[in-house]
């Protein structure tokens, strides 16, 4: 009889996803299995021991029955294609993939009795704000909440790394000095700005940071 512990993630192909399954298939008495629309496509990019892979799609609640099934604990790292620009037309919206999905799983995960629910949040996530995007992090919260199962919300600001979009975007431009510096709007509590970060991602970020420096110092004062 299997005895190790199941965890279900959604979102584990992605790019926070990806590390949290990293970690989780390392922990002796646990197995992973991943939710995702192409689960042939996501285990040839995680080829990890403890690991297993199942197609589910968070906007189709059939799909999600059976992917949980077993699991103890539930995480959802997901967010729509395209993000965070949204394709009403392609049904790619806060509204029906972020929130839309984070109830399906919810409902799924009630009926699979699974004990706990982690969900990545935002920092800016608030039902009251008029960004769709903020409002649907709020609404998704309280959803939670309200669900009756134990939980676990986390609210990271920007996450970056090796693999991240945003963060290498800007560091690009700003490596192809089209721009020096980049400015951060905002007065409320939600706009400051918190990382979550692992040591090893600090170490890449600060040795990229600093060879580019050295070279910005060296162009100015080449003695
Ligand atoms: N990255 C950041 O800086 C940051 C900051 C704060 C909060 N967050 C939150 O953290 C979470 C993860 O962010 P991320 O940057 O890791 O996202 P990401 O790299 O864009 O990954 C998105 C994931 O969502 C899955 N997905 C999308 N649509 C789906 C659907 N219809 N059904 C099933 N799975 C679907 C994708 O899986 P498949 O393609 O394999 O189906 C993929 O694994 C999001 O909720 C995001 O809002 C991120």
């Not at 539930?74 to 999905?101: H, I, S």
Request: net charge positive; charged share 20%; with cysteine.
């Amino acid at each position: 009889m299997e005895d190790r512990k199941l965890i279900a993630i959604a979102g584990g192909s992605g790019f926070i996803g990806r590390a949290i399954v990293g970690r989780l298939s390392q922990i002796p008495g646990l197995r992973v299995r991943v939710l995702s629309r192409n689960p042939d496509k996501a285990r040839a990019t995680l080829p990890l021991p403890n690991t297993e892979f199942i197609r589910a799609e968070i906007t189709d609640p059939a799909t999600l029955g059976p992917a949980l099934a077993g699991a103890v604990a539930l995480v959802n790292a997901t967010q729509f294609d395209g993000y965070p620009v949204e394709n009403p037309r392609k049904g790619l919206t806060f509204e029906r993939v972020d929130y839309g999905g984070t109830v399906a799983l919810l409902k799924a995960a009630t009926c699979a009795a699974v004990g706990h629910f982690l969900y990545l949040s935002g920092a800016a996530a608030d039902e009251n704000s008029t960004h769709p995007g903020f409002h649907f992090k709020g609404r998704s919260e309280r959803a939670i909440r309200e669900s009756g199962i134990p939980y676990t919300i986390f609210r990271p600001s920007l996450v970056y790394g090796p693999e991240d979009r945003v963060l290498n975007t800007l560091l690009n431009c700003s490596s192809s000095r089209q721009f020096s510096s980049f400015p951060v709007a905002g007065d409320r509590p939600s706009n400051r700005c918190w990382s979550m970060t692992s040591p090893r991602v600090s170490r890449w970020h600060w040795a990229r940071a600093r060879k580019r420096s050295t070279r910005l110092l060296k162009s100015v004062d080449p003695s």
